[in-house]
């Protein structure tokens, strides 16, 4: 009964039936499944380093309830087919370009978790004119690799890790700032993070090693929104607020208590922000 229970937890969190919003967007010989739910303003949100659109259910349907919400893939994902593996994260910007293309959104707001981040700045320095609104959580501009980072991208590139071990599950409390308590949300982070092929999250650790928009940002003059967890050791506060300061009149908002995957445990809070920064956008476009 307890089994039963922990899995209609985690299909909960995940959206229930998400599945059967899922669509096809056809460019440029690339062939890409997005996710598309709600209705009202769009809002696209960019996939982290694991996890795919699966792992962005719970913010995206707290964004459903306000907006029209697109996840689209990555490449490396499932559902993403017809193109090489990305040399560079520039890539897969061009690949959101033709999807927010084919999708026939002029403006939208583009909001990108961690990695997905990463993709949204370079995204919104290449393509100015083509972005509404920018909200970024636990990414800069500048990518600083550490030996933690180092180790995990060798370790994931030679060596089968099993998805079941409890001692590599542990590094996840990492990602919530600290020991998180146990519960359908952790083990729903686990379980969704597990599904992104290790190989998939090595080769993206390996794009961020030549990451870098700083001398770029100057590009952007779209109403941009930086949030930042107050206990992410990941891209810690201090480093997201100074891409915040660097990107003209940016708003940088902190969520107490939140780790780097605070737009999962704190997503209420988070979609209120990417609310605020909607009808900002529309005050600038209208």
């Known amino acids: 009964m307890r089994i039963a229970a922990k899995r209609r937890a985690l299909w909960m969190l995940a959206g229930g039936m998400m599945e059967d919003q899922v669509n096809a967007v056809e460019g440029r010989g690339v062939h890409q499944e997005v996710v ?20 962005l259910a719970p913010l995206a349907r707290q964004l459903a309830k306000r907006f029209q919400v697109f996840i689209p893939g990555l490449r490396g994902d499932r559902g993403l087919l017809g193109v090489a593996p990305a040399r560079e994260i520039g890539d897969l910007a061009d690949d959101l370009a033709v999807t927010i293309e084919g999708l026939g959104l002029e403006r939208p707001v583009v909001m990108g978790v961690s990695f997905g981040g990463a993709v949204a700045l370079e995204y919104a320095v290449t393509h100015p004119s083509r972005i509404g609104g920018l909200a970024i959580w636990g990414a800069e501009a500048r990518f600083r690799p550490s030996i933690g980072t180092t180790i995990a991208r060798r370790a994931l590139e030679r060596f089968p890790m099993p998805s079941d071990s409890p001692f590599l599950n542990q590094f996840f409390n990492l ?3 600290g020991r998180p308590e146990p519960g359908p949300l952790v083990d729903f982070i686990v379980e969704r993070c597990w599904r992104t092929d290790q190989s998939v999250v090595a080769h993206r650790l390996g794009l961020l090693e030549t990451f870098d928009v700083a001398d770029r940002l100057w590009r952007l003059d779209a109403p ?17 607020r100074a891409l915040a300061d660097s990107i003209a009149g940016a708003r940088y908002v902190q969520v107490e208590g939140a780790g780097h995957v605070g737009f999962l445990t704190h997503r209420g809070q988070v979609a209120e922000a990417v609310g605020t920064l909607v009808r900002s956008a529309r005050r600038t476009y209208c």
Do not use: C, I, K
């Open 36 to 55: 598309r739910l709600g209705r009202g303003e769009p809002v696209v949100l960019v996939p982290g380093l694991a996890g795919g659109w699966n792992l």
């Open 175 to 177: 990602l919530h700032g």
């Open 224 to 240: 941009t929104l930086v949030l930042a967890g107050s206990r992410d050791v990941v891209v810690p506060p201090s480093r997201q």
